[in-house]
């Protein structure tokens, strides 16, 4: 799995988890705070729409590139499952 794709994955379950948490907040009667943490969610789709669909073709990748690069795809996928439980374990307990 290249870099690109472990962005991708870690949004869209930042994406989920946020939703999820939209609903529970909505089920629990939270309106006016749903409608906050709708607009806070909008960032991950935001976010989603600027990953790179290609590498940079004029610079060739240096070790730091590379380590960076994939440290920031690990940090987006933790941050992801992270988010997805936020959003399971809300639903749960205002569900």
């Known amino acids: 799995m290249e870099p690109r794709q472990c962005h991708v994955v870690g949004l869209v379950l930042c994406l989920v988890g946020g939703l999820v948490t939209v609903a ?40 730091s590139y590379r380590v960076a690069t994939w440290g920031g795809a690990v940090l987006s996928l933790a941050l992801g499952l992270l988010m997805l439980g936020v ?9």
Do not use: M
């Open 24 to 63: 529970s907040l909505a089920l629990a009667g939270a309106f006016g705070i749903a409608v906050l943490a709708l607009a806070a969610t909008g960032s991950f789709a935001l976010a989603l729409s600027n990953v790179s669909d290609r590498e940079p073709f004029d610079i060739e990748p240096t070790l």
């Open 87 to 95: 959003g399971i374990y809300s639903f749960v307990t205002f569900g």
